[in-house]
């Protein structure tokens, strides 16, 4: 005989599921755009930041920084561990900073930060949600 879950299971599971999604499509982009970095700092791409060497010294700064980051992070997320989305928010800020406090040196990164605010606002809404239910089930 099987004990079928109670609806708040089911909708708590929904819930975790959902959020191992989001980490795990998530921690895919990170490693790419952690490897974009690394091609950069190597010098596979051609063009004026081809190689850390030629770069100005404001990415001579922040790429090394990111290239480092943007891998933690996806391992992080693609365990889906605390410190994953910590190591993202502070990717997120980060290139805020860059992006939009010195667009004339980076240049403009509004799909990057566009990226960070969707996934990061979603990554929150589900968490919130399954505090939610964890707190329901308890009966607070």
Same mark, same amino acid.
């Given at each position: 005989m099987t004990i079928g879950l109670a609806p708040q299971d089911k909708v708590g599971s929904l819930t975790r599921s959902l959020i191992t999604w989001?980490?795990?499509?998530? &921690?895919i982009a990170m490693f790419v755009a952690g490897v974009g970095y690394w091609i950069r700092l190597v010098g596979i791409e051609a063009g004026p930041l081809a190689r850390f060497d030629l770069m100005p010294i404001w990415w001579k700064l922040t790429a090394p920084t990111l290239a480092v980051l943007y891998p933690v992070a996806g391992i992080g997320l =693609?365990?889906?561990v605390g410190w994953g989305s910590v190591v993202w928010i502070l990717i997120a800020m980060l290139e805020a900073v860059m992006y939009l406090g010195f667009p004339e040196l980076f240049g403009s990164g509004l799909l990057r930060l566009a990226f960070h605010a969707s996934g990061l606002s979603l990554l929150g809404i589900l968490r919130f949600? &399954? =505090? !939610?239910? !964890? !707190?329901? &089930?308890r009966g607070y």
């Amino acid at each position: 005989m099987t004990i079928g879950l109670a609806p708040q299971d089911k909708v708590g599971s929904l819930t975790r599921s959902l959020i191992t999604w989001l980490c795990r499509v998530s &921690a895919i982009a990170m490693f790419v755009a952690g490897v974009g970095y690394w091609i950069r700092l190597v010098g596979i791409e051609a063009g004026p930041l081809a190689r850390f060497d030629l770069m100005p010294i404001w990415w001579k700064l922040t790429a090394p920084t990111l290239a480092v980051l943007y891998p933690v992070a996806g391992i992080g997320l =693609w365990m889906t561990v605390g410190w994953g989305s910590v190591v993202w928010i502070l990717i997120a800020m980060l290139e805020a900073v860059m992006y939009l406090g010195f667009p004339e040196l980076f240049g403009s990164g509004l799909l990057r930060l566009a990226f960070h605010a969707s996934g990061l606002s979603l990554l929150g809404i589900l968490r919130f949600l &399954a =505090w !939610r239910e !964890r !707190r329901l &089930a308890r009966g607070y």
